[in-house]
């Protein structure tokens, strides 16, 4: 640092970066955070509506997506069958039915997406806004199709196996 330039945490008692804040600028005494009364808002009670009624949507659609696909889209898992498949060919499975339902996400997400919510303009909200759009998240289809998808469960838990240097004993 030249003798020219001052520390980056050199402020003065105005509240500039780094020095001292005035009184009653800084967090409420006793943690600070968001007050009750704001998360009990109206909006912020829309906000949990459209996100319920999100959840159960893809949350109903996901297990209908996983029914299909593991029960009749994809062979069944077969853990005799899978302990002797050379572990590229194992990888090769896993990694199909993880691009099958990915694909399969990005499309019903896309329907999905079309269906209007039913708060839509209650207290002003618009579901396609940036809120809207996070609450429609394909990560949400994605984490509920993948807890349901036992087959892909296990023919992963087999090939992590192979490559696990613990060796856990069930």
Not at 42 to 65: E, Q, R
Not at 106 to 117: A, E, F, R
Not at 137 to 151: C, H, K, M, Q, R
Request: charged share 10%; aromatic share 8%; glycine share 10%.
């Amino acid at each position: 640092m030249s003798a020219v330039q001052a520390p980056r945490n050199a402020g003065n008692a105005r509240g500039s970066p780094g020095g001292p804040k005035p009184p009653g600028t800084g967090p409420p005494a006793g943690g600070g955070g968001v007050p009750l009364s704001a998360l009990l808002s109206p909006m912020s009670l829309v906000y949990m509506l459209d996100y319920t009624w999100v959840i159960l949507l893809y949350g109903t659609c996901a297990f209908f997506l996983a029914v299909l696909i593991d029960g009749h889209l994809l062979p069944a898992y077969d853990a005799a069958r899978t302990a002797e498949t050379p572990t590229l060919l194992l990888f090769a499975e896993v990694f199909t039915q993880i691009a099958w339902q990915g694909a399969v996400v990005i499309l019903i997400t896309s329907l999905l997406q079309t269906v209007p919510s039913p708060v839509q303009g209650l207290w002003g909200y618009d579901s396609h806004t940036a809120i809207g759009g996070v609450l429609r998240n394909p990560a949400i289809l994605t984490v509920i199709l993948f807890g349901l998808s036992i087959s892909l469960q296990d023919r992963l838990a087999q090939l992590f196996s192979r490559f696990d240097k613990n060796k856990r004993q069930p």
